[in-house]
T-cell receptor, first 111, second 114 residues
Framework: GENVEQHPSTLSVQEGDSAVIKCTYS??????FPWYKQELGKRPQLIID?????GEKKDQRIAVTLNKTAKHFSLHITETQPEDSAVYFC??????????FGPGTRLSVLP | KAGVTQTPRYLIKTRGQQVTLSCSPI?????VSWYQQTPGQGLQFLFE???????NKGNFPGRFSGRQFSNSRSEMNVSTLELGDSALYLC?????????????FGPGTRLTVT
């Protein structure tokens, strides 16, 4: 079955710097890759997603890139702010309802 | 639209008891999935229901079961609770977006087993 790895497990950046989180997946049939942000004590929130027919997608300060050949996708956050501090999860799906999640990255934005 | 709701939000049970958790999806969403979230294991898929039928199942013992009603509301049940069942149980409702599903999570039910 699908396996999703995520790195790094923790990431600390200075406010205003960029943060990059990378995920790799194992099943080339996966075609949908969402990213979720989970603040302490809150639900995971879908923040951006990308489908396999697209290489890059951007929404304000966040962007996601996908390399189908290498089977990896990355989340990029620019101009980080303290409110970006959270745990970020990547996931992979083959279009159906079987979402496989990465283990999460705890991002800390230091003032 | 109202988001995904889950009840109760917090629950304390003792070993051996059973528990039922409830989830109401976003209006119009017919698919409901359940996940267990623990610090050590991350987000693990339990099962998914669509139109009252279980379509997918994760790798959990038979003590974990669920069902979906005609209004798309879903319940999950855990019987003979074990200490290791302590976790945040998340429900997600999904919308078909043309080539894949988009999932939206509820606030979760935090279950503590003592």
């Amino acid at each position: 079955g699908e396996n999703v790895e995520q790195h790094p497990s923790t990431l600390s950046v200075q406010e205003g710097d960029s943060a990059v989180i990378k995920c790799t997946y194992s099943d080339s049939a996966s075609n949908y890759f969402p990213w979720y942000k989970q603040e302490l004590g809150k639900r995971p929130q879908l923040i951006i997603d990308i489908r396999s027919n697209v290489g890059e997608k951007k929404d304000q300060r966040i962007a996601v890139t996908l390399n189908k050949t290498a089977k990896h996708f990355s989340l990029h956050i620019t101009e980080t702010q303290p409110e970006d501090s959270a745990v970020y999860f990547c996931a992979a799906s083959m279009g159906g309802q079987n979402f496989v999640f990465g283990p999460g990255t705890r991002l800390s934005v230091l003032p | 639209k109202a988001g995904v709701t889950q009840t109760p939000r917090y629950l304390i049970k003792t070993r051996g008891q059973q528990v039922t958790l409830s989830c109401s999806p976003i209006s119009g969403h017919r698919s409901v999935s359940w996940y267990q979230q623990t610090p050590g294991q991350g987000l693990q898929f339990l099962f998914e229901y669509f139109s009252e039928t279980q379509r997918n199942k994760g790798n959990f013992p038979g003590r974990f079961s669920g069902r979906q009603f005609s209004n798309s509301r879903s319940e999950m049940n855990v019987s003979t609770l074990e200490l290791g069942d302590s976790a945040l149980y998340l429900c997600a409702s999904s919308l078909w977006a043309g080539s894949s599903y988009e999932q939206y999570f509820g606030p979760g039910t935090r279950l503590t087993v003592t």
